[in-house]
T-cell receptor, first 111, second 109 residues
């Protein structure tokens, strides 16, 4: 199984809503990542978890809150987002060595 | 930080070969990745290089020269489905992956 899954595929939320994005992998990867991608731009790293601990936070606003409940799951909690946060949110997992696979992404629209 | 450069666009004919170059300047190097991304979809892993030389995977090959800060992705026997954006990404010693802006390849019949 070389698959990273993400739910939901699409999400529309208002600026006062609270929602969560979910990511799961069963490849035994020790590292999991959240990226944000705007149209026609490359992915931008947001957070890195290594062995279930947050190792990198790329100065992401606190309205984005990551969580790693166990080695297979990664969540991104969203609260009080702005319209400019609308983007494709990509989860990835990797060995920290020669593999890093992306999930299909959640397309988020903030109204 | 990382500075990663790749051409914006390339066009080639079905059945031909295209080479996408990537140059990088980094504060630390721990591997180079190539991804393919079709419009509206997530990036798909193509290759990984950490040592100098050529890695071949079917129609796709990737080359790395660490001393020159240079890599290329070679696509052979181009097919229409190869029309996509190709992303070069460099990982630093903190395991952070930084992406180039991507090269849009258009394959024409």
């Amino acid at each position: 199984d070389t698959e990273v899954t993400q739910t939901p595929k699409h999400l529309v939320m208002g600026m006062t809503n609270k929602k969560s994005l979910k990511c799961e992998q069963h490849m035994g990867h020790r590292a999991m990542y959240w990226y944000k991608q705007k149209a026609k731009k490359p992915p931008e790293l947001m957070f890195v978890y290594s062995y279930e601990k947050l190792s990198i936070n790329e100065s992401v606003p606190s309205r984005f809150s990551p969580e790693c409940p166990n080695s297979s799951l990664l969540n991104l909690h969203l609260h009080a987002l702005q319209p400019e946060d609308s983007a494709l949110y990509l989860c990835a997992s990797g060995t920290g060595d020669n593999e890093q696979f992306f999930g299909p992404g959640t397309r988020l629209t903030v109204l | 930080g990382q500075n990663i450069d790749q051409p914006t666009e390339m066009t080639a004919t079905e059945g031909a070969i295209v080479q996408i170059n990537c140059t990088y300047q980094t504060s630390g190097f721990n591997g180079l990745f190539w991804y393919q991304q079709h419009a509206g979809e997530a990036p798909t892993f193509l290759s990984y290089n950490v040592l100098d030389g050529l890695e071949e995977k079917g129609r796709f090959s990737s080359f790395l020269s660490r001393s020159k800060g240079y890599s290329y992705l070679l696509l052979k026997e181009l097919q229409m489905k190869d029309s996509a954006s190709y992303l070069c990404a460099v990982r630093d010693n903190d395991y952070k992956l930084s992406f180039g802006a991507g090269t849009t390849v258009t394959v024409r019949a």
